[in-house]
């Protein structure tokens, strides 16, 4: 039984962990509706791994908070701006 309960509190110490980013990440993307990261980005502003941001971020897009849009991360139903280069003719 010691070993059962010892096995399963990572896991749920772990869930609470991933809540807890999720939360985090949700959060900064509240407060500034048009912050657009790219992973590198993400991973560096929450203090995480690339996995675990990854994993959070897709949590997110699976919870229709978040988009991605070639490589960045940007609240869902916010575009992202294109920085294009204007053709002279």
């Known amino acids: 039984m010691a070993l059962e309960s010892s ?5 749920a110490a ?3 962990r ?3 980013l999720q939360a985090r990440i949700r959060a900064e ?5 048009g912050l657009n990261l790219t992973l590198p980005q993400a991973s560096r502003l929450f203090n995480c791994d690339a996995t675990t941001c990854t994993q959070a971020l ?15 991360f940007v609240r869902r139903g916010t575009r992202l701006r294109r920085r294009g280069r204007r053709m002279t003719g």
């Open 29 to 33: 993307y509240d407060e500034m509706p």
């Open 58 to 72: 897709m949590r997110l897009i699976a919870d229709g908070v978040l988009s991605v849009d070639e490589g960045v």
């Open 18 to 20: 991933d809540r807890s």
């Open 14 to 16: 772990s869930e609470l």
């Open 7 to 11: 096995v399963l509190q990572p896991s």
